[in-house]
Structures are given as C-alpha cells and as structure tokens.
C-alpha cells in the first residue's frame, strides 16, 4: 500500500525524518508530498523544500518526495493513495490533525489517517522553532540533520553553529 505523508515542511526537521522512516516500515512505498502553502508565507521556497525533504530522505529505500500544489485529497486521489500518514507530537498537534482527517473525509471518498508519534528525542522539534533558531543565528543541525543543515548554510539561509 502506499502511504502519503504531506505537510509544509519548512523546513524538513529530524522529526520528519523520524516519521517517514517509521511510515517506511508500515507501508511498501511512502510519499512525503511538500505543499506549496503560498498562504503560510514559508520561508523556503517550494523548490528548496522539495529538495531538503528529498536529501534528509535519502538513505530510505521506499520513500519519495513529490511537490503539489492543493488539496491533499486531490493529491491521496491521484497517487492512488490507501492511508495519509501524519505526526503528532501532543494534543494540540492531535486536535489539529483530527480536524483535517474529518475535513478531507467531507471533501473525497474517505481515506484512513494513520497518527504516528516521532521518538521522544524529537517531540519538541518542530519546523516554527527550527525558523527561530535560523532568524536569531543558531546552528539549526541538531533540528533538521546534516543533510538539511548543508542544503541551509549552501543556500545562506543558515549561518550559525557547525555551518
């Protein structure tokens, strides 16, 4: 079966990582979809976060990323998608996402969600923080990986720390 895992992903953090791997045990082949959101003014563009979420996903052999630009259910219709594959690090997160899953099952045939919660050592790490450290001049690494961090400092959007 193959299993969509979309989101922003701006940029990709270890704990994305951690969920696309964990997503790579459970289903045959895993597609991490990176949404434009235009609206929520990223700070990367489309291009480069296709491209992080692609290099942090590398060494997994049933994984791959794709870029879109819409609704998620279009996106699940098109692939042929049989389970959306989402983190959740906590009950805001788990609010959030019961939202959407109830959402996109008013909008297209239903289609299950699958909640995954990344290991303890990524529970905190999320993409708004990892913006923090980068804006203030942090070394953004111990968030998004080595593959990411290379990508950040490359591109001059990192400049802190090991870059």
């Not at 819409?70 to 805001?92: E, T």
Request: charged share 20%; net charge negative.
């Amino acid at each position: 079966m193959l299993a969509l895992y979309p989101g922003t992903f701006d940029p990709f953090t270890v704990g994305h990582r951690d969920i696309a791997r964990q997503a790579a045990t459970l289903f045959d082949e895993v597609v991490v979809a990176v949404a434009a959101s235009s609206g929520k003014g990223p700070l990367l563009t489309l291009d480069r976060r296709l491209e992080a979420a692609s290099a942090a996903v590398a060494g997994l052999a049933n994984v791959r990323c794709v870029a879109f630009d819409g609704l998620q259910v279009d996106v699940v219709g098109d692939l042929g998608a049989g389970c959306v594959v989402r983190g959740v690090r906590g009950a805001a997160d788990l609010e959030q996402e019961m939202q959407l899953a109830l959402t996109n099952r008013l909008l297209a045939e239903p289609v299950p969600t699958c909640l995954l919660i990344p290991e303890p050592d990524h529970l905190g790490v999320c993409s708004r923080l990892v913006r923090e450290v980068i804006a203030h001049g942090g070394d953004p690494t111990p968030l998004v990986g080595e593959a990411v961090a290379v990508l950040l400092h490359r591109w001059g959007v990192a400049r802190g720390g090991r870059l």
